[in-house]
């Protein structure tokens, strides 16, 4: 069965700890994203990564961190700088548009079920 | 100006109505585009991509209009399971995905 795990579904931390968010998946795909979705607004992103070893910092990167050691796998840290942690955690991934020049297009993204995180 | 805009609703539906989403957008070099579904407390799931001439999936109909910069969905008789949020998606660059903040929809019976 192919898709996109994410664990735990629900995660409670006390203020100024770090906390580790998994994302794991067996389709194949180069890319792969964290968003962050706060109640009644639109996914923001975090961080993306085009290929292991690499990644780039999305709209709202302050206060997290990322890794890319292996295709399969995408882990987000939510460190003690993020000031409002408390959100709803999303990763995706995606084929990679191999044309790197003139080209805007983007495949269709696939998502996991999500990481409530909570912190107090 | 956002990105991406959409109208948040609710829309209300008796089952059976037809109704229509709209979404415009700023990058008007953008190439790609989707609507996805989301339920209550889930993640997004991809509901159809939109192409240029206009595609159906079932009762579901997408429209591109690259002059207005507006995409738009149609769902034909609405059914109760129909109720979610439906997110407007276009490409924001290499590989990169704008979120629409979503229109919520309720059918009710």
């Known amino acids: 069965d192919g898709g996109i795990t994410q664990s735990p579904k629900y995660l409670f931390r006390k203020e100024g700890q770090n906390v580790t968010l998994s994302c794991e998946q067996n389709?194949?795909?180069?890319?792969m994203y964290w968003y962050r979705q706060d109640p009644g607004q639109g996914l923001r992103l975090i961080y993306y990564?085009?290929?292991?070893?690499?990644?780039q910092k999305g709209d709202i990167a302050e206060g997290y961190s990322v890794s890319r050691e292996k295709k399969e796998s995408f882990p987000l840290t939510v460190t003690s700088a993020q000031k409002n942690p408390t959100a709803f955690y999303l990763c995706?991934?995606?084929?990679?548009?191999?044309?790197?020049?003139?080209?805007?297009?983007?495949?269709?993204?696939?998502f996991g079920p999500g990481t409530r995180l909570t912190v107090t | 100006r956002k990105e991406v805009e959409q109208d948040p609703g609710p829309f209300n539906v008796p089952e059976g109505a037809t109704v229509a989403f709209n979404c415009t957008y700023s990058?008007?070099?953008?190439?790609?585009f989707f609507w996805y579904r989301q339920d209550c407390r889930k993640e997004p799931k991809l509901l159809m991509s939109?192409?240029?001439s206009g595609n159906e999936d079932g009762r579901f109909t997408a429209q591109l209009n690259r002059a207005s910069q507006y995409i738009s969905l149609l769902i034909r008789d609405s059914k109760l399971s129909d109720s979610a949020t439906y997110l407007c998606?276009?490409?924001?660059?290499?590989?990169?995905?704008?979120f629409g903040a979503g229109t919520r929809l309720a059918v009710h019976p």
């Open positions: 995706a991934s995606s084929m990679r548009n191999l044309v790197t020049s003139g080209t805007t297009s983007s495949y269709e993204q696939y």
């Open positions: 389709l194949n795909h180069d890319a």
């Open positions: 990564s085009q290929i292991v070893n690499d990644f």
């Open positions: 990058n008007s070099a953008s190439q790609s």
């Open positions: 939109v192409y240029s």
């Open positions: 998606v276009v490409n924001g660059g290499y590989n990169k995905l704008i």
